[in-house]
């Protein structure tokens, strides 16, 4: 009987010892969050641009190349910066008569939170024979980017509503303002549609 009550005590003894011990963990151990917050200082955490599909280069020019999902990251940025976006192809006369003033805004006003983006629509077959050897000896220092996605139907209207496909076409926008053009620019004319979005 003495023995019973011993083993009963010892029970109740090592059951009350385990429930007391696992609150007191459980009240003194801290709670984890959830997620934890990323902490950036006077900046703001800017999404990084998309895996291109593929990456076509030579001894000194590396272009990537994007479907158009990939490519809307260049097309939906929110910071201060201008983003002139500029369509345009190497067989295309008028598109490459343009790129030197593209060049000059992307020289002149860096300093300005101004950035141009040169989006080759140029065919994969010509990528390696024409595109890699142009913007070498024309010694663009623009970004460049290909997009390759064949259903530019699709596309096209995502771009802009009124994009009839024909290019040269140009996207300048901000996190204000977005404007769509579908047509050749001088420099000047170039500078002045750049100056709105000031």
């Given at each position: 009987m003495i023995l019973k009550r011993i083993s009963l005590f010892v029970v109740l003894f090592i059951i009350t010892l385990l429930f007391s011990c696992k609150k007191e963990v459980s009240n003194d151990a801290p709670k984890e969050p959830?997620?934890?917050?990323?902490?950036?200082?006077?900046?703001?955490?800017?999404?990084?641009?998309?895996?291109?599909?593929?990456?076509?280069?030579?001894?000194t020019v590396s272009v990537p190349a994007y479907d158009y999902a990939g490519l809307e990251y260049y097309l939906r940025q929110k910071n201060d910066t201008t983003y002139v976006v500029n369509f345009w192809a190497t067989w295309c006369v008028?598109?490459?008569?343009?790129?030197?003033?593209?060049?000059?805004?992307?020289?002149?006003?860096k300093k300005n939170k101004i950035k141009v983006i040169l989006v080759s629509l140029d065919m994969a077959k010509m990528i390696e024979p024409k595109l890699l050897p142009f913007i070498k000896e024309k010694q663009i220092k623009?970004?460049?980017?290909?997009?390759?996605?064949?259903?530019?139907?699709?596309?096209?209207?995502?771009?802009?509503?009124?994009?009839?496909?024909?290019?040269?076409?140009?996207?300048?926008?901000?996190?204000?303002?977005?404007k769509f053009y579908e047509r050749s620019f001088t420099y000047d004319e170039l500078e002045k549609e750049i100056s709105n979005f000031k």
């Open positions: 959830e997620t934890v917050p990323e902490i950036v200082e006077d900046t703001i955490a800017v999404p990084k641009p998309p895996k291109p599909l593929k990456v076509y280069s030579n001894d008028p598109c490459v008569a343009e790129l030197p003033n593209f060049e000059k805004i992307n020289t002149n006003y623009s970004q460049v980017v290909l997009l390759r996605d064949p259903d530019a139907d699709a596309w096209i209207p995502k771009v802009d509503s009124t994009w009839s496909g024909a290019i040269p076409a140009t996207v300048i926008y901000n996190s204000e303002m977005r």
